[in-house]
Each structure stands twice: as structure tokens, then as C-alpha cells.
């Protein structure tokens, strides 16, 4: 702290302090009329040219991240033109973020961003999530854009900047697009196919005539999925890049597979789906064609462009064989199926271990990417004690991950996955997607920036991203939205919600 003069103090703290006690009572004006000055408002640059100083980067280094003290780094226009250790000088535009780390932008390798606040507080006790989400479906084209903004605006908060979006429908991926093109978001969606609205009778079929009458009700889906990400590829100066988004192994046929790949080959970003989901998915796949899911899609090519693949709660080593041979990504979502997931943990550490590469993805209810980075490592870790303690196991002990294992998943290694080495990471040239977590302040830090403030990550939440930035535009600043009106943004969410809340309440669904 500097030293200040007493002759400065405001009357305010010169009564607190004592310095004016010998006054006499009636001399002293109404503490309300003696706020002291505020400081003005720090405000977001108004331009694409600026400098950020923060107390800790995680900046790329001889082709690795590396955890720095002081750092600038300049931004101009879409890149990043400058990273120095220490301060970079001159009169630029500057973001203060003074006691935070800043960090790559976050890369969600699994999002179904429509669908976050319309489920949240509703199905953690057992219900299931169908009906609401097949109310979401059913709303009017500003109804659903204002769930989507909501949700979306929960994701920048978080220092969520790029989405791998698997939309519940071309509708919602439509509605992602509109939204996220307003709000310079960096986007990777696609309509999932068979869509909602088709999906469920399919999928928990009793028998395959169900799959195989669906097949001409898929393909063109997928045709009208190609013919979008065909339209919108390449959107607001790169930022909007669909890929393909099949449901899973299970809700498709040689036919329809054959399709998506073809059609994720002339989109050019590759495919994301649901992998090995479960028992029921390995049962099916392996009685209709007598492959695992992962090699029944390889034997499809689907792997030969960028890949993410979801959940894998069924992997087997096949599964892990065949992502490792081809750079796939496993997404891994800790608060798939809610905060607190009845249905279980997910093969984090058994991904780990295996040399696979592994993100960490939302899936659908909680948007607050840090938190699901704490809920990757801390899951992580339990169930990897767990597993190892068993009386039976043979090998190696399971790895325990790390906040590291969960921020690299999060930066370049889903960068690489969607063979993107231009987003991902903090160096001269790379699009400037950035964000910046207070690590030092109450609850999170000592005051100050310790020593390995990634491990101050665990004790923090997406409400201590400070600034988030894509591509240079700045999205969020010190805590709020600025790329809209933040209460608005919550108000039309909310409404649009409770239009849900009350459709379920009359046919009776809380009672169920
Ligand atoms: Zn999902």
C-alpha cells in the first residue's frame, strides 16, 4: 500500500481514522454527503487494439504452455501480436487484470447450449430431461433465440469462448448461429441428427424396425444440415465452423453414416458425436454390425477429420485404441445428467491413462465452465482412488488428474483435436481468444497471486472470470456481458423459461 498524506483523506475517513476527533459533533456534516469521489469506472477498449497486464499467463513456449509471473500481451484486430514477460509500454488501450491469470480461451468440446436453463432445477432428483427439452423445440423461433442467448451468455461468463455445439436440431443449431454471430462467439455447431423431435422413439426402440424405417426421415435431415453449414461456413471472419453432430452409433445406419461423413467431408470441420454412451449402446451396435461403436464409425472414416466424441461412460479399450490412433477427442462432461450426476462418474482417468486426448465438456445443465473443470478434477480423483483401492485390480494405478489435465484439455488440446493450432494458446499470431480469473481475491487466493495459481482454479467458479475476449472482441468485462445488455439478456431467458415451467406444470410433470 502506498502512504498517503492526512491532509488528503476525504471527511469520511478522517472521521474513521479519528484524525477530526477533537471536532465539535455539530461540524460534522452527514456522512451521506460526504461520499468520497468514486474512481471512474473502468470501461471495455472501443476499439481492436489494446493491451491486457495481468499477474499470471499461461503463454506458449517452445511449443508448450509454460506458467508465467507479469505479463502484457497485445491485441490487434483478430490476433495476438504481442506476449512479453513484464509490461509492454506506450499509451494503447489497457485491460487491468491486476491479481488474475490470464488463460487461452475455453474450448467446450460438448454443448447443447439451448437446453442448459430450460433443464437446471428440474431433473437433479431423477426426472428425466425429455419433456422439457421437447418443449424447447416447440417454442417460436424469439422464444428459443432467448434461451440460446441466455445459456450462451452463461458460457462467456465462464471464459467459455468456443463451443463444439451439437444443437438438439437444426432449429436450435440455426438459433446457436443467429446468436452466437451477434456476440463474436466462436462456434462449431451442428444440428443433431435424428434431431429431438425424432429422437427418442428411436433411440429406446424395442426393436430395429424403428431404426430402420427412420431412414429416410435421417438422410434428410442430414441433407438439410449439410445445406446450412454449407451456407454459414466460414461466418463472421472464421468464427463460425459447423461440423457434423450424428446423436450416436446406435440411432444410425451404414446408410445415414455414410451421409455424414460425406457430407463433414465437403464442410471440412469434422464430426462430433455421442460415443459409446452406454451398455445399451455397445449392445446395439454390436448386434446389428458386431463392431464397438468407435470401430464400427472408424470403419465409416468418421474419424478421418477432426473428431469429438462425448461421455464414453461404456468405452471400451477399443474405443480408447481407436481415438489415440487418430487424434480423436474425448469430451468429457463431469455434470453430464445434472451437477451431481445420479447415473455416476465418467472414465476421466481411465482416458488419461490410456494417452487419449481428452477435453472437458458441459454436455447440457451447467454452463459454468470452471466449474466443470473443478468437477472434472475433483470426480477425477475419486473415482481413480476408488479404482485403484479394488481388491481385484490388476496394471497400473490410474493417474489422478489435474487442474493442469483439465486447463490443457480445455486449450490445446482441444485446439489441436479440431486441428486449429491458431486458437488454444496464448503466442504472437494466434487468434485472440483470451480469458482472465481473479486468483488472487477472497475465497479464491491469499491477496495475492500464489506461486501455482492453477491450483487456485479449484477453489473458483465461472462468477471469478473477470474479462473474455474472442477473436479480439472483448465479450465480458471485469464480470459483466458488454456485448449486450446483461439484465435484458436474463429477463427474455426468463420468460421464455417460465413458458416451459407453466406448459409442464399443467400436464402435471412435477407431480410424476
Ligand atoms: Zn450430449
Redesign the pocket.
Known amino acids: 500500500m502506498t502512504a498517503r498524506d492526512d491532509t488528503n483523506l476525504s471527511r469520511r475517513e478522517a472521521i474513521a481514522r479519528g484524525a477530526m476527533g477533537a471536532l465539535p459533533l455539530l461540524g460534522v456534516p452527514n456522512v451521506a454527503d460526504a461520499q468520497p469521489a468514486q474512481p471512474p469506472r473502468a470501461r471495455p477498449p472501443r476499439t481492436r487494439d489494446y493491451i491486457i497486464d495481468a499477474s499470471a499467463a499461461l503463454v506458449w513456449r517452445n511449443g508448450a504452455p509454460a506458467l508465467i509471473g507479469d505479463c502484457s500481451v497485445r491485441v490487434r484486430g483478430n490476433d495476438i501480436v504481442e506476449v512479453r514477460e513484464g509490461r509492454i509500454g506506450g499509451s494503447a488501450a489497457r485491460i487491468d487484470a491486476t491479481g488474475q491469470l490470464l488463460l487461452p480461451g475455453f474450448i467446450s468440446g ?1 454443448t ?1 447450449a439451448a437446453s442448459g436453463s430450460p433443464t437446471r432445477g428440474l431433473i437433479e432428483e431423477g426426472r428425466s430431461y425429455q419433456r422439457p427439452i421437447e418443449l424447447v423445440e416447440q417454442l417460436s423461433d424469439d422464444l428459443l433465440d432467448d434461451i440460446t442467448a441466455y445459456n450462451i451468455a452463461e458460457l462467456l461468463r465462464s471464459g467459455c469462448t468456443s463451443h463444439v455445439e ?1 444443437s438438439l436440431s437444426l432449429k436450435q443449431a440455426q438459433s446457436y448461429v443467429r446468436v452466437a454471430r451477434r456476440w463474436h462467439v466462436r462456434g462449431f455447431p451442428g444440428g443433431m441428427v435424428p434431431g429431438t423431435a425424432r429422437l427418442f422413439p428411436i433411440w429406446r426402440r424395442t426393436t430395429d424396425d424403428a431404426l430402420t424405417a427412420s431412414v429416410p426421415d435421417t438422410l434428410a435431415e442430414i441433407a438439410a444440415n449439410r445445406a446450412f453449414a454449407l451456407q454459414v461456413n466460414g461466418a463472421e471472419e472464421g468464427l463460425i465452423r459447423p461440423m457434423l453432430t450424428p446423436h450416436a452409433a446406435d440411432t444410425h445406419t451404414p446408410e445415414t453414416m455414410r451421409a455424414i461423413v460425406a457430407a463433414a467431408r465437403e464442410v471440412g470441420n469434422g464430426i462430433h458425436t ?1 460415443l459409446a454412451q452406454g451398455v445399451g449402446e455397445l449392445r446395439a451396435v454390436q448386434r446389428l454390425y458386431g463392431k464397438s461403436p468407435a470401430e464400427w464409425l472408424e470403419s465409416f472414416g468418421v474419424f478421418d477429420g477432426p473428431f469429438f466424441g ?2 464414453m461412460t461404456g468405452a471400451t479399450a477399443a474405443e480408447w485404441d481407436v481415438l489415440k490412433r487418430h487424434g480423436g477427442v474425448y469430451a468429457h ?1 463431469p455434470s ?1 445428467g445434472g451437477a451431481g450426476n445420479s447415473s455416476g462418474t465418467q472414465p476421466y482417468p481411465e482416458a488419461i491413462a490410456a494417452g487419449v486426448h481428452v477435453n472437458v465438456g458441459i ?2 445443465h451447467s454452463n459454468d465452465y470452471l466449474e466443470n473443470l473443478k468437477l472434472a478434477v475433483i470426480c477425477g480423483r475419486a473415482r481413480a482412488r476408488l479404482l485403484n483401492a479394488q481388491p481385484n485390480r490388476t496394471g497400473t494405478s490410474l493417474p489422478m488428474p489435474s487442474m493442469r489435465d483439465a486447463v490443457y484439455g480445455a486449450t490445446h488440446v482441444a485446439a489441436d483435436g479440431l486441428r486449429r493450432t491458431d486458437i488454444g494458446r496464448i503466442a504472437v499470431g494466434a487468434k485472440a481468444d483470451l480469458c482472465t480469473i481473479d486468483v488472487s481475491g477472497l475465497l479464491v487466493g491469499s491477496g495475492a497471486v500464489g506461486p501455482e495459481p492453477l491450483s487456485n482454479l479449484l477453489y473458483a467458479s465461472g462468477a471469478n472470470v473477470r474479462h473474455v475476449i474472442t477473436q479480439g472482441h472483448v465479450q465480458c468485462f471485469d464480470g459483466q456481458l458488454v456485448v449486450d445488455d446483461q439484465t435484458r439478456v436474463m429477463q427474455r431467458g426468463a420468460k421464455a423459461v417460465q413458458q416451459i415451467w407453466a406448459q409442464l406444470r399443467a400436464e402435471g410433470w412435477f407431480g410424476k
Open positions: 460438448h447443447h451439437m455421442h462425448a461421455h462432461c453430464g454436455d447440457t
